[in-house]
Each structure stands twice: as structure tokens, then as C-alpha cells.
């Protein structure tokens, strides 16, 4: 482990009671206002959050994929916004420079990224380009000592408050994959303008917005690795992203559970509570069933990670069984508060809607399935 038991035990512990004390109490007042309080990102940023997966040396907590993945679960006992707010420095936003970054780039990026100082995003699905994403158009034209940056990107997580974009630009003449490179493009660059952010079903508080760049002067001391090398970045920065979102899932199914039991205790309808009743149990039995699976697949996936072994299978298959098990999970938690879930004040069709996101993002379910599929035939079964 990165941490020492009884460190990683206390900063478990803190975020625990960071959720149910100062989170959960929040959440009607973040739906309301569809933004998080900056009180709120203050404190995140004082207890290290935006840098949970950024080694020491640049001022991170340097977890491991194991305790990154538990920190996930207990953020994922409130609405995901918070979560959110964080995320792409710890995920896809910062992953890329971890990962493939240079001695120079980590150093002038990475200890401001993981104060939370810096707030990143990840540039890749286009208004034409989303499952496919080697079918990249924005392109970056080397002139001199720059790369003249043009496109659109569409639905870029934290773009409103991002500083900086780690963006994927086609930059040679081959066709797919092979000719897209990545670029560290900080938002200040002349030629960088962001859209309103969109106004969505659920998950209310994280920003979406379209970023525009219009002849960008990128230096090419800022991109990342070699040209043609962004696909397979991007590839290795959503096989962790998948890892990290599926954990996450499990926290909100821990939460929906705990919540529809607790209902079920104290309404009562035929003279006994309805947790007494078996057609109730019986939903609840396949929520928690639904819930350990996940966790379990999540944790031994991160262990597996954590001993560098390939889990492009298991990463894929979490995200896939994970967003999938949370939705069912929330329909049933519906379910069980009967018109009490489909009213607000109960936070619970809050829920419903905002898990909805979690099949959509960092690859649909239905590109787990391919990637699971092509990944098991390699492998023989």
C-alpha cells in the first residue's frame, strides 16, 4: 500500500465523516443551485483530495489503486457532483502527465494540479466523435516550435473552471488511431473559448460545456509523448478512469441500500413494516447480492492493477457490470419508497437520475462489451 495502514485507516475515516456530516447535509442545496459551495472545494482541497492519485514528491497523497478505489467508494455515499469536483485531477485529467508526461511537465504541472490550485480536464469526445474515439477531426498543425490547435470538443467534464485541457488532436495524415497525439493546452492560450455549460437529467453541480479552439498556438514542448501516441495515452488513462468510476458506483449502491433499508424499517403498510414483507426482502437481497459482486470485482481489479499485471479486461468489465448493477440497484431503491422515491424531498429520484450518467461515460456499456469480448478472444476464453 502507498500509505501506511493506520495513515490510510485515518484518511478513510476522515472522508467517512466528511460525506455524512458536511456532504450529505448539502446535497438538496447543490441540486438546487446546481453548483458546489466553494467552501466546500476548500476544504477537499485542505484534505488532499485533488491529488489522491499524484505521487508525494509533487505533493499528492500517492495512493495506489487500491486505497484510490476505497476513497471512491466512501465519496460515492453522496450525490457524485462532489465526487466530481475532484475527479478529473485525480482521473482523467491528470492521468495522461502521470503516465506519459515528461520530468519538466510533471514538475511545472502536477504540484499545482494536485493542490486543487489547477483544475484539469479531458478533451476527447467530439461533436461526431464519441464511442470511436480514434475518428478524432480536431487536428494540430506543427508550425515551428508550436502546434496551431483547431476543433470542438463536446461534454468536457469540469471545463467551465478547467486551467488546463489535456487535449487529443490528429496530427499526421494516417487515418484512426495511429495519427492522433495528446497536448497539454493550458486555457489561457489566445484562441480557447468555452461554451455554456449544459443543462442535464441529473448529477447537478458538475459543469459539462463545449471548448472551442480556434487556431490555438500550442508549444510543442507540451505535448505528451511522441506524435501518434494520444490514442493509446487516452486508452491507459480510461482503463484506470473505468477502475476509479466503478468504484464510485458501488459507494452510491452502498448508499441506496442502506437508505431503502432504513425506509423499509419504519414505513409501515399491512400492520408491519414493509421490511417484513418478503417481496421487499427479496429486492433487497438482489440489491446487496448486485453491490458485494461489484465490490469485489472492483478491489481484486485494483490489486491487479496495483501489481502491474493487464486488466483491460477487468477494468472494462467493472465499469460494465458496476454502472449497470447501480441503476437497478437505484430503480429498486425507487421501488421500494413507492411515491416517497418519485418526490424530492427524499433525494431518492435524485439519485435515480444522477447514476444514469455512469453507463454513458468513459466508454458506454456497450463499449465495455466490445472491449470485454475482444479482450476474452485474445485471451483464449
Not at 411515491?339 to 450518467?357: N, P, Q, S, T
Amino acid at each position: 500500500m502507498a500509505l501506511d495502514a493506520d495513515t490510510f485507516d485515518a484518511l478513510i475515516d476522515t472522508v467517512r465523516r466528511f460525506v455524512a456530516e458536511r456532504l450529505r447535509p448539502l446535497e438538496g442545496d447543490v441540486e438546487a443551485a446546481d453548483a458546489i459551495p466553494d467552501a466546500v472545494i476548500a476544504d477537499m482541497k485542505d484534505m488532499g483530495l485533488f491529488g489522491l492519485s499524484i505521487a508525494e514528491e509533487f505533493g499528492g497523497l500517492g495512493l495506489d489503486m487500491v486505497e484510490e478505489c476505497r476513497v471512491a467508494i466512501e465519496m460515492g455515499r453522496t450525490t457524485p457532483a462532489f465526487r466530481s469536483t475532484f475527479g478529473t485531477n485525480v482521473g482523467i485529467g491528470s492521468q495522461g502527465l502521470v503516465m506519459a508526461g515528461t520530468p519538466e511537465q510533471k514538475a511545472a504541472w502536477l504540484p499545482r494540479i494536485a493542490s486543487g490550485d489547477i483544475v484539469t480536464s479531458f478533451a476527447l469526445t467530439e461533436p461526431d466523435v464519441g464511442s470511436d474515439s480514434g475518428a478524432v477531426k480536431t487536428r494540430a498543425v506543427k508550425d515551428g516550435d508550436v502546434y496551431r490547435l483547431t476543433g470542438t470538443k463536446r461534454y468536457i467534464t469540469n471545463a467551465d473552471k478547467a486551467q488546463l485541457f489535456t487535449v487529443m488532436a490528429r496530427t499526421g495524415e494516417d487515418k484512426g488511431a495511429r495519427g492522433v497525439s495528446a497536448f497539454l493546452v493550458p486555457k489561457d492560450l489566445p484562441g480557447i473559448t468555452i461554451g455554456e455549460p449544459e443543462k442535464k437529467m441529473g448529477q447537478k453541480g458538475a459543469k459539462v460545456a463545449d471548448v472551442h479552439f480556434d487556431d490555438v498556438p500550442v508549444p510543442a514542448a507540451n505535448r505528451l509523448g511522441a506524435e501518434g501516441e494520444g490514442f493509446k495515452i487516452a486508452m491507459r488513462v480510461l482503463d484506470r478512469g473505468r477502475l476509479h468510476i466503478s468504484a464510485v458506483c458501488v459507494g452510491v449502491a452502498e448508499r441506496l441500500i442502506a437508505d431503502s433499508v432504513a425506509y423499509a424499517g419504519s414505513r409501515s403498510q399491512f400492520g408491519a413494516p414493509i421490511a417484513s414483507h418478503q417481496l421487499i426482502q427479496g429486492m433487497i437481497a438482489d440489491m446487496k447480492t448486485e453491490a458485494l459482486v461489484a465490490r469485489a470485482m472492483v478491489l481484486e481489479t485494483a490489486a491487479k492493477k496495483d501489481r502491474g499485471e493487464d486488466v483491460v479486461l477487468e477494468s472494462a468489465a467493472a465499469k460494465y457490470f458496476a454502472s449497470e448493477m447501480v441503476g437497478r440497484v437505484a430503480d429498486k431503491a425507487v421501488q421500494i419508497y413507492g411515491g416517497a422515491g418519485y418526490i424530492a424531498d427524499y433525494g431518492i429520484e435524485r439519485l435515480y437520475r444522477d447514476v444514469r450518467l455512469f453507463r454513458i461515460y468513459e466508454g458506454t456499456s456497450q463499449i465495455q462489451q466490445v472491449i470485454i469480448a475482444r479482450e476474452t478472444m485474445k485471451r483464449g476464453g
